[in-house]
């Protein structure tokens, strides 16, 4: 457990393959970092089965145990895991106050934030039921998977054409499944997808019940302006209307863009010195788990860096620090 007001050197929030990679890079350089690590801990890889695109594993790996590896080997260096969330982050001041959910506050000198991105889903009941075995988020991650399988894309902006076509490698044929009349996609994208001889559409349909019971047989979807509902016979079912960052806490601390997600400057800079970001929070056009791996690997080499040229301040207890911030 974490007493109220403990110093570290650096805090890492997010315990995807970011903050994961960024804590054992961190912890090998013996900044001793601890990790708050949200709540439920691990990121998108624990809600994803086989893992077959992250290097050094050629007969691939399950989510959840590549998220358990890469915990161990940080906590082998001496990195420390604080399993909850961070509610609060005070970055006025140095040594910046992180305030968790039950586990007191965190002071430190730097931060690493790799909060990561949620996918937004469907909201029905048979989606959280087979999401996984044959329903996904990302089409390059799982793509591979549903060879000579048809498939279903729900969606209808850029993202979706672009999952839509991406399939179309592994697929024979992909429907494009959106609940209003027309596309938001970009000209060029929609022109792309509807050229494409193995994509075609359901627009004004939404999907009203997933099919099957250990694996995806099916779709039922619903005409919007009728309410008639049919049978589209798919194998899977890609969801691509968006992510949320994982950034609600960092509102008012942090720069934030248009969409939500933290900006960033010179790789993994935020506009607030001797704070980083990496990984899924910011990046809204990878989204691999190998590419928040390198993010991760270099804030902590842009942190510790950060932090040789930039000495600690005399440590003060949290009451203290609350004190100094109320009369600023």
Known sequence: MTDAGRH???????????GLTAALYAARAELKPIVVTGVPAGGQLLITTDVENYPGFPEGIQGPELVDRMRRQAARFGAEFVDDAATAIDVRH?????????????????VIVATGANARWLGIPSETALRGRGISACATCDGFFFKGKPLAVVG???????????????APHVTIIHRRPTLRASVIMQERARAHPKISFLLDHEVAE???????????????PSGKVSHLPVEGLFVAIGYEPATEVFRGALELDEKGYVRVHDHTRT????????????????????TAAGAGCMA????????????AEPHATATARAAAVSSS
């Open 8 to 18: 570290t050197r650096l805090a890492i929030l997010g315990s995807g393959p970011a």
């Open 94 to 110: 140095r040594p910046f106050q992180i305030t968790t959910g039950t586990q007191g506050e965190i002071l430190a000198d730097a």
């Open 156 to 170: 209808g902006g850029d993202t979706a054409m672009e999952e839509a076509l991406f399939l179309t490698n592994f």
């Open 210 to 224: 997933v099919k099957g019971r250990d694996k995806v047989e099916g779709l039922a979807v619903r005409h919007r």
């Open 271 to 290: 506009n607030v010195e001797g704070v980083f970001a990496a990984g899924d929070v910011h990046d809204h056009r990878y989204r691999q788990a190998v």
């Open 300 to 311: 902590a080499i842009d942190a510790e860096r950060w932090l040789a040229e930039h000495p």
